[in-house]
């Protein structure tokens, strides 16, 4: 038998087990021995159930998701788009719950399990339904982070176009980083391009072509975001007011544009084209990360983003969603409940 743990000790080592955690950096985070780890390793590893105190592990376990950021209004968010979002969102969501739900799950797999989904969806700018760049190429990036006390980790991976579910990824880069066998992973928080997808293939993660991620509605906007480019540019050297009675309107000019026909949004008028995209805020484009986060009952964060970043960036752009403390942080702290104090009793005399 190993020397005793506390509970305390007991919770984290176990959940972390679960989580595919080195045995090196169980140790660094509970403060037990290799030999402690090593034992209740085996021990699940038979199917044995170890016991914790009633109190331990009793948190509520928490979920939060989003779809995505953007210019995204009412306006221009056709209703039957926005019933599409809503839909997915809530499935999305009803299954991670589902997961969390059961006593062995960790925050860690429900947030990559739900990113996932979101990835396969090409409602969303990740994965499928990643946006172009303005060569017309698709670079997807994702970041997973997990905090239980003053133990934390987290990893970011970018320029991926072949792995067809880069928060897969990412979580093994988290599991593997700091172990010296991590398959080529040690020491790193930050990976990109064909290196990162190499250390993909020899893990064994899905590799798919690049055709896999084109969507037409994508590609759609993408061109449109083009043709809108060049015509501003030409309006820049061109300009008139429509104020003053010409044919060219300022950008104060397109905001009222906007304001006045949006309510008229449809989702025919969003396919076809009638409104292109551009910086004016009018017609939504999808600019931004989707992203999870976890609370399990064991008191563990998680946080989980993927992204096709913004639409017709530049090739090779890394953007906040893969950079540690700017695109995604997991960081949970304990504040002692202040009773309210009691009015004090004039004294008797």
């Known amino acids: 038998m190993p020397p005793p743990i506390t509970d305390h000790q007991r919770l984290l080592l176990l959940s972390m087990i679960r989580q595919d955690f ?29 016991n914790v105190s009633p109190n331990i592990g009793s948190i509520i376990p928490r ?50 399990a739900a990113a996932t989904m979101l990835e396969d ?3 969303f700018n ?9 060569a017309g190429t698709i670079e997807l990036e994702a970041s997973v982070m997990v905090s239980n006390g003053h133990w934390k980790r987290g990893v970011g991976c970018s320029l991926l176009m072949h792995v067809k579910n880069p928060i897969k990824l990412a979580r093994e ?12 992973a040690y020491g790193h928080c930050q990976l990109s391009g064909q290196e990162l997808e190499d250390l993909a293939e020899d893990w064994n993660l899905d590799l798919v072509k690049e055709d896999y991620f084109w969507t037409k509605r994508r590609w759609d906007e993408h061109r449109r975001g083009l ?10 050297r061109e300009h008139r007011c429509r104020g003053q009675g010409g044919r060219l309107w300022c950008g104060q000019c397109w905001r009222k544009n906007a304001r006045d026909e949006g309510a008229g949004t449809t989702e025919k008028d969003m396919d076809r084209g009638k409104y292109g995209p551009g910086w004016d805020g009018h017609e ?7 992203g999870v986060v976890v609370l399990d009952r064991f008191g563990t964060i998680a946080v989980a983003t993927s992204t096709g970043g913004l639409t017709n960036k530049l090739p090779g752009r890394i953007g ?21 104090s009691q009015p004090s009793q004039p004294s008797q005399h």
């Not at 045995?23 to 390793?41: C, F, L, P």
């Not at 599991?175 to 398959?183: H, I, K, N, P």
């Open 320 to 340: 906040d969603t893969p950079s540690l403390g700017a695109g995604f942080w997991a960081e949970e702290w304990e504040e002692e409940e202040i009773q309210p």
């Open 121 to 123: 969806d090409p409602l």
């Open 126 to 134: 990740c994965g499928k339904g990643a946006v172009f760049t303005r």
């Open 63 to 112: 979920i939060i998701l989003h779809g995505g950021a953007g210019n995204i209004s009412r306006d221009n968010l056709p209703p039957e788009r926005l019933d599409q979002y809503k839909t997915s969102l809530t499935n999305v969501l009803k299954e991670a719950r589902e997961m969390l739900g059961k006593s062995h799950t960790t925050a860690l797999d429900v947030a990559v």
């Open 227 to 236: 043709e809108k480019e060049a015509e501003e540019a030409k309006k820049t």
């Open 22 to 50: 080195t045995n090196g950096e169980i140790v660094k985070a509970t403060g037990t021995s290799r030999r402690t780890v090593q034992y209740y390793r085996r021990q699940l590893e038979k199917g044995v159930e170890i």
């Open 173 to 184: 880069m988290l599991v593997r980083g700091e172990g010296a066998d991590g398959g080529g």
């Open 284 to 290: 939504y484009l999808p600019q931004g990360t989707v």
